[in-house]
């Protein structure tokens, strides 16, 4: 009898990279796919086969920056393949250059910059926004019952992680006629991490391409699937202030700065349990509404 594997084991999965040669790594993709490889799969296979090449990044060095640039779109039928440069390597820094590829075409560049952690009396970070606590909040699917035909795409999608919004998601905010400029998410995965602090970061990356870019489009009280919105990612920024457990929950607060020219771009932060900042990024996208006839 063949053992049924959750959205949680596949995620796992992805991340278990085959070696295809001196720095290079073959990802697979989970068992349920979109038309598309998801950009936060991206992400987090390119953090581990990254960490794969840098002695000392599951212990005294620490992955402190990655900056991605999405290229082409990649297709769910084949691995993608990470080409791995070592840029640097000295005792307290490490830089690396991540080619993802497929069938010889670019998908995206990453670049990672690792240190060891430092002795500084400069300590200091924003506090995390005042919100429920996870605890008693509805989780994804519970958000998403009753709207299973118009963001199918949110239902069909893999839930590796487990999601419990602090504020209505677009979906219920467009029929209470809400505009939210920010939204705040707990997220955890949805099982137990190994004690591996890659995989973590990892787990935090895929994680930040999920909510991201929603901020651009509450704020003017739009929603996916009853509005007709077009979104691509194409460039991310990622750092990781301090060290994060991401089988624990993680509040994950985005903002949107900006929108214009059919582009948007937010930021977002990362606080722990105990309201401490551990990582920020910032996400730029291709994000074009079509409005309705007689929409205003």
């Keep these: ?13 992805t991340l278990d990279l085959a070696e295809a040669g001196e720095d290079r790594y073959l990802g697979r993709h989970p068992a349920k796919t979109a038309s598309r490889t998801f950009g936060g799969q991206i992400l987090s296979q390119a953090i581990v086969a990254s ?48 080619s993802v590829e497929q069938g010889g075409t670019v998908l995206a560049l990453m670049q ?24 008693g909040l509805p989780n994804i699917q519970d958000t998403l019952q009753g709207y299973e035909d118009v963001v199918t795409m949110f239902v069909e999608a893999p839930q590796p992680m487990d999601m419990r919004f602090t504020n209505d998601p ?14 705040n998410v707990w997220i955890r995965t949805a099982g ?16 930040s391409d999920t909510t991201i870019l929603d901020s651009i489009i509450t704020r003017h009280g739009l929603s996916w699937g009853f509005d007709r919105i077009m979104a691509v990612t194409l460039n991310q920024s990622l750092w ?14 985005s903002h949107s700065t900006v929108a ?4 948007g771009m937010s930021n977002g932060q ?24 007689g929409a205003k």
């Design 170 to 183: 677009a979906w219920i905010a467009k029929g209470k006629g809400l505009i939210q400029e920010d939204n």
């Design 240 to 253: 990781f202030h301090r060290r994060v457990r991401f089988d624990q929950y993680n509040l994950y607060s």
């Design 112 to 135: 990672l910059a690792y240190q060891t952690d430092g002795r500084n009396p400069l300590v200091h970070g924003d506090p995390a926004p005042e919100v429920p606590a996870p605890d």
């Design 1 to 13: 009898m063949t053992e049924t594997l959750t959205d949680f084991d596949e995620f796992l999965g």
């Design 270 to 293: 990362f606080f722990d349990s105990e309201g401490i900042l551990v990582a920020s990024t910032t996400q730029e996208g291709v994000l074009k509404y079509f409005p309705s006839k």
């Design 51 to 98: 960490g794969n090449t840098v002695p000392g990044a599951r212990d005294s060095l620490f992955l402190h920056a990655a900056h991605t640039h999405f290229i082409n779109g990649g297709e769910t039928n084949a691995d993608l393949e990470f080409v791995v440069r070592r840029l640097r390597d000295t005792r307290n820094v490490a830089n690396r250059l991540v």
């Design 192 to 207: 137990p991490l190994p004690d591996d602090q890659v995989i973590h970061d990892a787990a935090l990356a895929y994680a």
């Design 260 to 263: 214009d020219g059919g582009r």
